[in-house]
Nanobody
Framework: QVQLVESGGGLVQPGGSLRLSCAAS????????MAWYRQVPGKEREAVAR???????YYDDSVKGRFTITRDNDKNTLDLQMNALQPEDTAVYYCYARARIRGYWGQGTQVTVSS
């Protein structure tokens, strides 16, 4: 079992920045890939950024150049630095870990971008 706990969400004005952090515990050695997803009411959860084993990262086009995902295997953390935030970035953000047998989700953290 893997446990994921997100932190760092909140309210920010357009153009501002937030940093989300996800702390993994439990069977962390079984984790292969990690990612950040987000979801707004009435829509499917969508991948925002992925950190693939080996250091490769992928970003959704909507956040390229603004968001940076960082995985620290020593600390078992996954961070998401979000800059130049826009109202359309408002969502619940979830940390995801793909382990050998199954995937795991955190509880989510709300990010609201509003003036």
């Amino acid at each position: 079992q893997v446990q994921l706990v997100e932190s760092g969400g909140g309210l920010v004005q357009p153009g501002g920045s937030l940093r989300l952090s996800c702390a993994a515990s439990g069977d962390v050695l079984t984790i292969i890939n990690m990612a950040w997803y987000r979801q707004v009411p009435g829509k499917e959860r969508e991948a925002v950024a992925r950190a693939i084993s080996g250091g490769t990262t992928y970003y959704d086009d909507s956040v390229k150049g603004r968001f940076t995902i960082t995985r620290d295997n020593d600390k078992n953390t996954l961070d998401l630095q979000m800059n130049a935030l826009q109202p359309e970035d408002t969502a619940v953000y979830y940390c995801y870990a793909r382990a050998r047998i199954r995937g795991y989700w955190g509880q989510g953290t709300q990010v609201t971008v509003s003036s």
